[in-house]
Nanobody, 116 residues
Framework: QVQLVESGGGLVQPGGSLRLSCAAS????????MGWYRQAPGKERELVAS???????NYADSVKGRFTISKDNAKNTVYLQMNSLKPEDTAIYYC??????????WGQGTQVTVSS
């Protein structure tokens, strides 16, 4: 059974940093692509970063250079290091398994709020 649990969100000031974690069960990161999505109020859920089974990464233009996705296969955990946070990064962040580009098995999400 697949389970995803996101954590690490919180309230930070602009320019601050957060590290999100996604603890997974029932998913082997050595054979699956994982992604971080976010959804802000009034907006559609968007993919912000992904990492393939072999470690290839992709980022949305809005977060490139500020966010880093990584994983620990042994711990079945995927991370999102977020630096230089901006108010527009405020959203609920979710991790998900991607199957041929389509997300499945959403976690419960973790709230990130960037405000002064």
């Amino acid at each position: 059974q697949v389970q995803l649990v996101e954590s690490g969100g919180g309230l930070v000031q602009p320019g601050g940093s957060l590290r999100l974690s996604c603890a997974a069960s029932g998913i082997g990161f050595n054979v699956n692509t994982m992604g971080w999505y976010r959804q802000a109020p009034g907006k559609e859920r968007e993919l912000v970063a992904s990492i393939s089974s072999r470690g290839d990464t992709n980022y949305a233009d809005s977060v490139k250079g500020r966010f880093t996705i990584s994983k620990d296969n042994a711990k079945n955990t995927v991370y999102l290091q977020m630096n230089s946070l901006k108010p527009e990064d405020t959203a609920i962040y979710y991790c998900s398994r991607l199957i041929r580009g389509t997300p499945y098995y959403w976690g419960q999400g973790t709230q990130v709020t960037v405000s002064s």
